[in-house]
């Protein structure tokens, strides 16, 4: 067997262009710095050295970035004051870090009573009005920094643990843990080798956040002149001097403000940069979308819709930016007809479906061709040009009954909101046309579900109440797409049977949306089989069965397994 | 749901330790004597012990602390060591500045994020990098520098809005309101970008899936299916940060404050720090403590109301 | 010639979450027996507990009582360091080909991991992952290359190289196609039965599709709620199946035949409204 080619670039490049503002904002931060611990060498006057006469100058070659009122130069007085100011931080940095993974690792780990301890400390941590606490630590010693600064670190670590802990104990429920323990690694080397290599990206992350809060705080505290040792500077005591020159020197609060302003943002920016690059390496396809480039839907005076036909695709294409993923798909689809649309994944049968309602995603759109239900042109309607057919002429049921009902309202609530729009009946009766709904998909008691959030149903009585959903607005036309495929083969049958009454009852159309052959061969009348976006057969199942003229229906014939020998 | 209440309230029994015992055993560490400090160095050794027996200083620390949680729990928070004031009476004094502050600030963060975020999620990419950038902006921004600057331009240069002060609500709500624009904005601002970036993400998140598509195809209009189903589902992430920016605005508000000069808990709490009036910082912190464990249960019970399955437990 | 595994009497029980956790059996008195070179498939619907008597075997979840023997050795009384070495007998390939590989290392690490555990040295280690890579067909720069650079098929691949990475007799298959599409499956299925025709290792497939077992199976349990209700040859358990709850997988489970198909859909229908009437 063949390995298709890997595109190897994709990936590489998006973690760069991604990282591109980070590494930029990381290198302004790592820059600041080294300017403020180099401060005795580069800053060009003495910290404190005053000159009266030029009192509130602004930026001159001189002063570059001016005087304040004691005649004292703004740029030494910043590299000065980053020092206790950046100090600060890293002292609350530390103890942050190292708090927070310690105990977050080790509850994500022992669990039991030490995870509900630890946990405890986390919220309690969370809770704590941690500003009044550290004015208390500054009244209690003396206005000295460190021990605030400990603290400060103390109080934000709640957070930290709370991440740490998730993540260990998210990754210890991933598959790939259990591979490696089925591998014969020990406690010691899981641990190092896959667990905690996962929380290194949250840490930094959470890190990168905290160092700007604690940045903020230590530049208040100096600003409201605590922990500060006049005529030393920190950042914050600069802002405060400015602020009591507001009117006269204005520049000054730009200057020392923008200073702490800027490496905040740096800083905030480090951790954006590293929660996208840590999203993207869990995708599937770590490369970025193309950019949409919507192209005007041509519409080609294509044969007219024909008498009795409720759907009709004609000649579609659908690209994403530039890549065309449907070409040339064709077919119509009769009342009481059960039509099947089968291929693999990336075949474009979920893609063309969901064109005909006009649901797709964002970053599609229909090329070419054109879309009729019965004789209306929806050909890249939007979605007022939709309005009374979604509902009411076309229903739709999906893959995951599970998900396909907004959890947090009931199956009343919203069966009732989509009778709303989608039927004329007063509100008075639509409670009534519910349960007579449920009833139909053979709901035991349907009044009680009516009552009942969808995360209290089974998967099979979810695909029912969609199923309602799909019908309240008496359709012509139901597409499904793989409305079997999440559940067991036992309720399987028993919605198969549903749809094939429901075709009796009403000559109600089905598109059917599927990856199964067998399923195809049950319920199906005419098949349609997709490969890369192109039809490459059609007929009635019984014909495409019994005698496939594509050597790739002929493959996936071959390779779907049978319950019975083939006679 | 009772039983995350339930371990919400038994929590804040060691929280409030936490934050007496805290304050309380760390002045035992203070160098110096707040007796001593009161009196200055000319006193008597008589005046000395009777002032320190009056305080209770003379007792052991532990005793102390008992007698303090005791006071505290007969509404009794001590007195000023500075002013000789009644704690609890100078709280509840500054405690509605404080509050008009954070929940205006929460308020409008609340209303300018939420249809900032709608609005990015639904229209476009451009307001969504402009949200991207204010979000980070917004959260880098020191609050106080925000403040200052807001009071250069508005105060100072257009003289549009007082620059500092505070006009009670009684007095005169026209001027009351006027001199919390800018302090409430200022505060306001971090919490916007937060909001606005948690709603475009839970709006943009629930818009594409399964649920939005089901009834999106059963004929549900698209602003029921954003302002009602997106918006709901989103609503739990919001709480949960609306709580967050409520209790990181009980910091704030302190610098906040002492940029605009309002007399509330926050600029309490900085005056005792300077001058170690322990029972007022003492004080502050229990206040806070206390809203903030409010704001958490009504967190925690918004959570139930919001969720079908917490409510379930 | 003894069984490769041996289980009897076999139970588990999950401890939900909380102070007050119950403990909630899930499989009850399981025994069955592989034999060298042989496959036998479990097959149950969802809460079947198959995939927990999987992880059991694999000492992902502690039995509660019962005996699992692994190559004459009984797994269950074992030292945790005992029963790692049990790596070199018994290996897995999970369901998921997108959670079964560490994101953030690359083919080449998750594949040397069992060997160097196993104390192979480094340039026997790289000799075999390039045996390694060979036996699954896929190319040496794969090595090099991250998880997220492969198709699911491609993944499943590389998981099946780690499980034979050091000769196991034994491999459980959880649902290994199952999230697959029909033609990958397919390439899947027959790779696994090749390396069992060269290197002799006896698989334990779980899977919910009855179809596959018949494919893949020489012989089946099925499973109801934790209890096996029926073993048997696959074809004969697929082609007369005799307990009431594999008679009603059987009847429900489509054939790839629409003629067929419609028949034994008459049938089932005609059995139920049978059993509507009756009762």
Same mark, same amino acid.
């Given at each position: 067997?063949?390995?298709?080619?890997?595109?190897?670039?994709?990936?590489?490049?998006?973690?760069?262009?991604? !990282?591109?503002?980070?590494?930029?904002?990381?290198?302004?931060?790592?820059?600041?710095? @080294?300017?403020?611990?180099?401060?005795?060498?580069?800053?060009?006057?003495?910290?404190?050295?005053?000159? @009266?006469?030029?009192?509130?100058?602004?930026?001159?070659?001189? &002063?570059?970035?001016?005087?304040?009122?004691?005649?004292?130069?703004?740029?030494?007085?910043?590299?000065?004051?980053?020092?206790?100011?950046? @100090?600060?931080?890293?002292?609350?940095?530390?103890?942050?870090?190292?708090?927070?993974?310690?105990?977050?690792?080790?509850?994500?780990?022992?669990?039991?009573?030490?995870?509900?301890?630890?946990?405890?400390?986390?919220?309690?941590?969370?809770?704590?009005?941690?500003?009044?606490?550290?004015?208390?630590?500054?009244?209690?010693? !003396?206005?000295?920094?460190?021990?605030?600064?400990?603290?400060?670190?103390?109080?934000?670590?709640?957070?930290?643990?709370?991440?740490?802990?998730?993540?260990?104990?998210?990754?210890?429920?991933?598959?790939?843990?259990?591979?490696?323990?089925?591998?014969?690694?020990?406690?010691?080397?899981?641990?190092?080798?896959?667990?905690?290599?996962?929380?290194?990206?949250?840490?930094?992350?959470?890190?990168?956040?905290?160092?700007?809060?604690?940045?903020?705080?230590?530049?208040?505290?100096?600003?409201?002149?605590?922990?500060? &040792?006049?005529?030393?500077?920190?950042?914050?005591?600069?802002?405060?001097?400015?602020?009591?020159?507001?009117?006269?020197?204005?520049?000054?609060?730009?200057?020392?403000?923008?200073?702490?302003?800027?490496?905040?943002?740096?800083?905030?920016?480090?951790?954006?940069?590293?929660?996208?690059?840590?999203?993207?390496?869990?995708?599937?396809?770590?490369?970025?979308?193309?950019?949409?480039?919507?192209?005007?839907?041509?519409?080609?005076?294509?044969?007219?819709?024909?008498?009795?036909?409720?759907?009709?695709?004609?000649?579609?294409?659908?690209?994403?930016?530039?890549?065309?993923?449907?070409?040339?798909?064709?077919?119509?689809?009769?009342?009481?007809?059960?039509?099947?649309?089968?291929?693999?994944?990336?075949?474009?049968?979920?893609?063309?479906?969901?064109?005909?309602?006009?649901?797709?995603?964002?970053?599609?759109?229909?090329?070419?061709?054109?879309?009729?239900?019965?004789?209306?042109?929806?050909?890249?309607?939007?979605?007022?040009?939709?309005?009374?057919?979604?509902?009411?002429?076309?229903?739709?049921?999906?893959?995951?009954?599970?998900?396909?009902?907004?959890?947090?309202?009931?199956?009343?609530?919203?069966?009732?909101?989509?009778?709303?729009?989608?039927?004329?009946?007063?509100?008075?009766?639509?409670?009534?046309?519910?349960?007579?709904?449920?009833?139909?998909?053979?709901?035991?008691?349907?009044?009680?579900?009516?009552?009942?959030?969808? &995360?209290?149903?089974?998967?099979?009585?979810?695909?029912?109440?969609?199923?309602?959903?799909?019908?309240?607005?008496?359709?012509?036309?139901?597409?499904?797409?793989?409305?079997?495929?999440?559940?067991?083969?036992?309720?399987?049958?028993?919605?198969?049977?549903?749809?094939?009454?429901?075709?009796?009852?009403?000559?109600?159309?089905?598109?059917?949306?599927?990856?199964?052959?067998?399923?195809?061969?049950?319920?199906?009348?005419?098949?349609?089989?997709?490969?890369?976006?192109?039809?490459?057969?059609?007929?009635?199942?019984?014909?495409?069965?019994?005698?496939?003229?594509?050597?790739?229906?002929?493959?996936?014939?071959?390779?779907?397994?049978?319950?019975?020998?083939?006679? | 749901?009772?039983?995350?209440?339930?371990?919400?309230?038994?929590?804040?029994?060691?929280?409030?330790?936490?934050?007496?015992?805290?304050?309380?055993?760390?002045?035992?560490?203070?160098?110096?004597?707040?007796?001593?400090?009161?009196?200055?160095?000319?006193?008597?050794?008589?005046?000395?012990?009777?002032?320190?027996?009056?305080?209770?200083?003379?007792?052991?620390?532990?005793?102390?602390?008992?007698?303090?949680?005791?006071?505290?729990?007969?509404?009794?928070?001590?007195?000023?060591?500075?002013?000789?004031?009644?704690?609890?009476?100078?709280?509840?004094?500054?405690?509605?500045?404080?509050?008009?502050?954070?929940?205006?600030?929460?308020?409008?963060?609340?209303?300018?994020?939420?249809?900032?975020?709608?609005?990015?999620?639904?229209?476009?990419?451009?307001?969504?990098?402009?949200?991207?950038?204010?979000?980070?902006?917004?959260?880098?921004?020191?609050?106080?520098?925000?403040?200052?600057?807001?009071?250069?331009?508005?105060?100072?240069?257009?003289?549009?809005?007082?620059?500092?002060?505070?006009?009670?609500?009684?007095?005169?709500?026209?001027?009351?309101?006027?001199?919390?624009?800018?302090?409430?904005?200022?505060?306001?601002?971090?919490?916007?970008?937060?909001?606005?970036?948690?709603?475009?993400?839970?709006?943009?998140?629930?818009?594409?899936?399964?649920?939005?598509?089901?009834?999106?195809?059963?004929?549900?209009?698209?602003?029921?299916?954003?302002?009602?189903?997106?918006?709901?589902?989103?609503?739990?992430?919001?709480?949960?940060?609306?709580?967050?920016?409520?209790?990181?605005?009980?910091?704030?508000?302190?610098?906040?404050?002492?940029?605009?000069?309002?007399?509330?808990?926050?600029?309490?709490?900085?005056?005792?720090?300077?001058?170690?009036?322990?029972?007022?910082?003492?004080?502050?912190?229990?206040?806070?403590?206390?809203?903030?464990?409010?704001?958490?249960?009504?967190?925690?019970?918004?959570?139930?109301?919001?969720?079908?399955?917490?409510?379930?437990? | 010639?003894?069984?490769?595994?041996?289980?009897?009497?076999?139970?588990?029980?999950?401890?939900?979450?909380?102070?007050?956790?119950?403990?909630?059996?899930?499989?009850?008195?399981?025994?069955?027996?592989?034999?060298?070179?042989?496959?036998?498939?479990?097959?149950?619907?969802?809460?079947?507990?198959?995939?927990? /008597?999987?992880?059991?075997?694999?000492?992902?979840?502690?039995?509660?009582?019962?005996? /699992?023997?692994?190559?004459?050795?009984?797994?269950?009384?074992?030292?945790?360091?005992?029963?790692?070495?049990?790596?070199?007998?018994?290996?897995?390939?999970?369901?998921?080909?997108?959670?079964?590989?560490?994101?953030?290392?690359?083919?080449?690490?998750?594949?040397?991991?069992?060997?160097?555990?196993?104390?192979?040295?480094?340039?026997?280690?790289?000799?075999?992952?390039?045996?390694?890579?060979?036996?699954?067909?896929?190319?040496?720069?794969?090595?090099?290359?991250?998880?997220?650079?492969?198709?699911?098929?491609?993944?499943?691949?590389?998981?099946?190289?780690?499980? /034979?990475?050091?000769?196991?007799?034994?491999?459980?298959?959880?649902?290994?196609?199952?999230?697959?599409?029909? =033609?990958?499956?397919?390439?899947?299925?027959?790779?696994?039965?090749?390396?069992?025709?060269?290197?002799?290792?006896?698989?334990?497939?779980?899977?919910?599709? =009855?179809?596959?077992?018949?494919?893949?199976?020489?012989?089946?349990?099925?499973?109801?709620?934790?209890?096996?209700?029926?073993?048997?040859?696959?074809?004969?358990?697929?082609?007369?199946?005799?307990?009431?709850?594999?008679?009603?997988?059987?009847?429900?489970?489509?054939?790839?035949?629409?003629?067929?198909?419609?028949?034994?859909?008459? =049938?089932?229908?005609?059995?139920?409204?049978?059993?509507?009437?009756?009762?």
């Amino acid at each position: 067997m063949t390995v298709a080619p890997i595109s190897d670039g994709r990936v590489r490049t998006g973690r760069i262009r991604t !990282n591109g503002l980070a590494v930029g904002a990381l290198a302004f931060v790592a820059l600041v710095v @080294l300017a403020v611990a180099l401060a005795p060498v580069l800053s060009p006057y003495g910290v404190n050295k005053q000159d @009266l006469v030029r009192a509130l100058e602004g930026p001159s070659a001189s &002063h570059v970035l001016g005087t304040d009122s004691l005649g004292r130069d703004v740029l030494s007085r910043l590299l000065w004051g980053g020092q206790p100011t950046l @100090l600060g931080v890293l002292v609350a940095l530390i103890v942050f870090v190292v708090v927070g993974v310690v105990l977050g690792v080790l509850a994500g780990t022992l669990g039991g009573w030490f995870d509900a301890l630890v946990s405890g400390i986390a919220d309690i941590l969370m809770s704590l009005p941690g500003v009044v606490l550290i004015f208390a630590v500054l009244a209690i010693f !003396n206005q000295e920094l460190t021990p605030a600064m400990i603290a400060l670190g103390l109080l934000g670590s709640g957070s930290l643990i709370r991440v740490v802990r998730a993540t260990v104990i998210g990754v210890r429920e991933e598959l790939f843990v259990s591979a490696a323990i089925v591998s014969g690694l020990g406690p010691v080397r899981l641990m190092a080798r896959h667990i905690l290599p996962a929380t290194f990206a949250p840490v930094i992350i959470q890190a990168s956040l905290f160092a700007g809060a604690a940045l903020a705080v230590q530049s208040g505290l100096g600003f409201l002149s605590l922990g500060v &040792h006049p005529p030393d500077p920190t950042w914050g005591s600069i802002v405060g001097e400015a602020a009591a020159n507001l009117a006269k020197a204005p520049w000054l609060l730009f200057v020392s403000g923008g200073t702490i302003t800027l490496v905040s943002l740096a800083l905030a920016l480090v951790g954006d940069g590293l929660r996208d690059v840590s999203a993207a390496r869990r995708r599937s396809d770590g490369g970025a979308r193309t950019p949409v480039r919507p192209v005007a839907a041509t519409r080609p005076a294509g044969a007219p819709a024909q008498e009795g036909v409720v759907l009709s695709v004609q000649q579609l294409e659908i690209s994403f930016g530039e890549r065309v993923v449907v070409r040339g798909v064709s077919f119509d689809l009769r009342p009481g007809e059960i039509l099947g649309l089968v291929g693999e994944s990336g075949s474009g049968k979920t893609i063309s479906t969901l064109a005909t309602l006009g649901l797709l995603p964002a970053n599609a759109s229909i090329t070419g061709g054109r879309i009729l239900i019965g004789s209306d042109d929806v050909t890249g309607a939007d979605d007022r040009g939709f309005e009374g057919i979604r509902g009411r002429r076309v229903g739709l049921i999906s893959q995951e009954p599970m998900v396909a009902l907004d959890p947090l309202f009931t199956v009343g609530s919203q069966l009732m909101e989509v009778l709303r729009y989608s039927t004329s009946l007063p509100a008075s009766q639509r409670r009534g046309r519910a349960i007579e709904l449920l009833t139909r998909v053979h709901l035991p008691d349907p009044a009680g579900v009516l009552r009942k959030f969808p &995360h209290e149903l089974s998967g099979g009585m979810a695909q029912r109440v969609a199923i309602a959903v799909a019908l309240a607005g008496d359709p012509e036309l139901l597409i499904a797409d793989e409305p079997t495929t999440a559940l067991d083969v036992t309720v399987q049958a028993g919605i198969l049977d549903l749809l094939r009454e429901l075709r009796a009852e009403r000559n109600l159309a089905v598109l059917f949306v599927t990856h199964d052959l067998a399923v195809v061969a049950d319920i199906c009348d005419r098949v349609i089989v997709m490969q890369n976006g192109a039809i490459v057969e059609s007929g009635s199942a019984e014909e495409l069965f019994a005698n496939p003229q594509a050597a790739y229906t002929r493959e996936l014939l071959a390779s779907t397994p049978s319950l019975v020998r083939a006679s | 749901m009772l039983r995350l209440l339930a371990r919400r309230l038994l929590l804040s029994i060691p929280l409030l330790l936490v934050v007496t015992a805290i304050t309380f055993f760390l002045q035992s560490l203070i160098p110096g004597d707040p007796a001593r400090s009161l009196l200055g160095p000319s006193a008597t050794p008589q005046q000395y012990e009777a002032l320190r027996q009056a305080l209770h200083l003379d007792q052991p620390v532990i005793v102390q602390y008992l007698n303090s949680i005791g006071g505290v729990l007969h509404g009794d928070l001590g007195r000023s060591i500075f002013t000789g004031e009644d704690v609890g009476q100078t709280l509840a004094n500054r405690l509605p500045v404080s509050l008009s502050l954070i929940v205006g600030g929460t308020l409008v963060a609340l209303l300018i994020g939420i249809l900032l975020g709608v609005l990015s999620a639904t229209r476009g990419r451009l307001l969504a990098r402009f949200i991207d950038v204010f979000s980070l902006v917004g959260g880098a921004l020191p609050n106080f520098w925000v403040g200052l600057v807001l009071a250069a331009i508005f105060a100072v240069t257009l003289a549009l809005l007082p620059a500092t002060g505070y006009v009670p609500f009684e007095e005169s709500p026209g001027d009351w309101a006027r001199a919390l624009i800018l302090p409430v904005i200022a505060l306001a601002l971090s919490g916007i970008a937060t909001i606005a970036k948690v709603v475009r993400d839970g709006v943009s998140t629930a818009i594409g899936q399964d649920f939005v598509r089901t009834l999106r195809a059963a004929g549900v209009p698209r602003r029921v299916l954003i302002w009602k189903h997106a918006l709901r589902n989103s609503s739990v992430s919001l709480v949960t940060v609306v709580g967050v920016i409520f209790v990181a605005s009980l910091s704030g508000t302190i610098l906040v404050e002492n940029v605009f000069v309002l007399p509330g808990l926050g600029s309490l709490a900085v005056a005792a720090t300077a001058r170690q009036d322990i029972p007022v910082i003492q004080g502050v912190a229990l206040a806070f403590t206390v809203i903030t464990i409010v704001v958490n249960l009504l967190v925690d019970v918004s959570y139930g109301l919001l969720n079908p399955k917490v409510r379930a437990r | 010639m003894s069984a490769v595994l041996q289980v009897e009497g076999l139970e588990v029980a999950y401890r939900t979450r909380g102070v007050r956790g119950r403990s909630v059996p899930v499989v009850h008195g399981v025994d069955f027996a592989i034999a060298p070179g042989e496959t036998l498939a479990l097959v149950g619907e969802s809460g079947s507990g198959k995939s927990t /008597i999987g992880n059991a075997i694999l000492g992902l979840v502690p039995a509660a009582a019962g005996r /699992i023997e692994i190559d004459g050795r009984d797994v269950t009384t074992m030292s945790r360091s005992a029963r790692r070495g049990m790596a070199r007998t018994v290996q897995a390939v999970f369901q998921n080909p997108y959670g079964s590989l560490n994101p953030w290392i690359t083919v080449g690490q998750t594949l040397a991991e069992p060997l160097r555990i196993a104390g192979r040295s480094r340039p026997e280690t790289s000799e075999r992952l390039r045996w390694l890579l060979d036996r699954v067909y896929l190319p040496h720069d794969a090595l090099d290359r991250y998880p997220s650079e492969f198709s699911g098929g491609q993944r499943q691949r590389v998981a099946i190289a780690r499980a /034979i990475a050091l000769d196991p007799k034994l491999i459980v298959c959880d649902e290994p196609t199952s999230a697959l599409d029909v =033609l990958t499956q397919a390439g899947v299925l027959s790779l696994l039965r090749e390396l069992q025709d060269e290197l002799g290792i006896s698989y334990l497939f779980i899977t919910h599709d =009855l179809a596959a077992v018949r494919e893949f199976a020489a012989r089946v349990c099925v499973l109801e709620r934790g209890r096996i209700v029926e073993t048997g040859r696959s074809e004969e358990v697929c082609d007369n199946p005799q307990h009431p709850y594999t008679r009603e997988l059987v009847a429900a489970a489509p054939v790839p035949d629409p003629v067929l198909q419609r028949e034994r859909r008459e =049938l089932r229908l005609a059995a139920e409204r049978r059993g509507a009437a009756s009762s």
